[in-house]
């Protein structure tokens, strides 16, 4: 493997991130919204179903009633 000296590896890394194009502030926090918002949707989703199977589990088996 060939050698890479410390100085052109970061010459090299500053000129691969000048590549990158970066999110706008407003772009980084509508998707931190979006994501925010589809957790939450997961969270309702997720109780309601449990809320449903021990219903039904509760029903099946007699118990707390």
């Known amino acids: ?3 890479i000296n410390p100085g ?3 010459r090299e ?3 691969e991130v000048s590549k ?3 999110p ?3 772009e ?3 998707t931190t919204g979006m994501v925010f918002l589809m957790v939450v949707l997961a969270a309702l989703f997720f109780f309601m179903i449990d809320q449903i199977l021990a ?4 029903q099946i088996l007699g118990l707390g009633g």
Not at 55 to 58: A, D, E, S, T
Request: glycine share 4%.
């Open 1 to 3: 493997m060939a050698k």
């Open 8 to 10: 052109q590896f970061v």
């Open 13 to 15: 890394v500053r000129q």
């Open 20 to 22: 990158v194009t970066w």
């Open 24 to 26: 706008t502030r407003k």
């Open 28 to 30: 980084t926090a509508i």
């Open 55 to 58: 219903f039904g589990v509760r």
